[in-house]
């Protein structure tokens, strides 16, 4: 099927049976959260995640990347966001197996991020500490990629206002009065890590942990992505009216943050209800 068929459309199918129809290298940026394991039912016959054993969990995400990474452009993203389960009182090291699995298949493992949840659910363990975090994984197929670290600078913290004034405008002065012209220019302390932590005007690079509170949509779909979390994804990871792709859309929260920041969307889900859910609020957030 021709690529402009897929734009901005939520299909209803198993992952397996819907990318396959899909263009090999059309895809700027993917991003997803797939079903977690033994959590909990979809009600569709094909669904991940219910399988025997994690092994078996492992090997079905594996041949689902791997159609990713064929729809993916050479210097695509892909942000895959995994949580870690406990199974008679141990943890299974989901995210790392999944991440570890896809490296061998080829895919580039560019950072670990931690989601850090302020509001993740309270636990009544007493005997290891509550578990608040789970993983997004930056994936590449080469080394050349789209990266836009402008769009998802952070804030300094390192030093206060007033010696961030003191030490840039120093600092400055030492480069012609613009940050930017010969960064190291005869102050051999200045180098760029350090320039970019302290004085970058648009803020520091932006660090691997995300504090980001669990997503207020909850109730008609279980695992929604808070939106702020696609957010920084999408503009780190896609070229403006780039598309992006979402195998396992649930609710269609990482369509509805594409269509906000003037992206283009595909979305899959096997749910055909979730799909409406999805296409339902498209529509509501273009209204806005
Ligand atoms: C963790 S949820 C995704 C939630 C989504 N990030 C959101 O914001 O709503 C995973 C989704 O994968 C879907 N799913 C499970 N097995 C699938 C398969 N084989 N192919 C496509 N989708 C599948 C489920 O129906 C579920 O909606």
Redesign the pocket.
């Known amino acids: 099927m021709k690529n402009n068929l897929w734009i901005n459309t939520i299909r209803t199918g198993?992952?397996l049976d819907v990318l396959p129809q899909m263009p090999s290298e059309s895809i700027h940026c993917i991003i997803t959260?797939?079903?977690?394991y033994s959590q909990r039912d979809?009600c569709?016959p094909?669904?991940?995640?219910n399988e025997k054993s994690p092994t078996g969990y492992i090997q079905h995400l594996q041949e689902a990347f791997s159609e990713c990474r064929r729809v993916l452009k050479k210097d695509g993203t892909l942000w895959l966001n995994m949580g870690d389960k406990y199974q008679n009182g141990e943890l299974l090291g989901l995210p790392w197996r999944l991440a570890l699995a896809l490296k061998d298949d080829g895919w580039f493992l560019r950072s670990d991020i931690i989601w850090r949840k302020p509001n993740a659910m309270p636990s009544s363990v007493k005997n290891r500490p509550t578990l608040d975090h789970e993983y997004i994984f930056l994936f590449v197929k080469s080394q050349n990629y789209y990266y836009n670290i402008d769009a998802v600078r952070e804030p300094h913290v390192t030093f206060t206002p007033e010696s961030l004034m003191k030490g840039g405008r120093n600092h400055f002065g030492k480069r012609n009065g613009t940050p930017e012209n010969g960064k190291n220019d005869s102050n051999p302390n200045l180098h760029d890590g350090r320039w970019d932590q302290a004085f970058h005007p648009k803020g520091r690079n932006r660090r691997t942990v995300w504090e980001i509170p669990l997503s207020k949509f909850r109730g008609v779909?279980f695992?929604?992505?808070p939106e702020k979390l696609v957010e920084l994804c999408i503009l780190a990871g896609c070229p403006e009216n780039g598309i992006v792709l979402d195998?396992?859309?649930?609710?269609?929260?990482?369509a509805v943050v594409a269509q906000r920041f003037g992206r283009k969307y595909v979305g899959?889900?096997?749910?055909p209800e979730?799909c409406e859910m999805a296409r339902d609020r498209l529509e509501q957030a273009a209204l806005i």
């Open positions: 198993h992952i959260s797939p079903p977690y979809y569709a094909g669904q991940i995640g779909h695992a929604v992505f195998p396992f859309i649930g609710s269609g929260t990482t899959i889900d096997i749910n979730y």
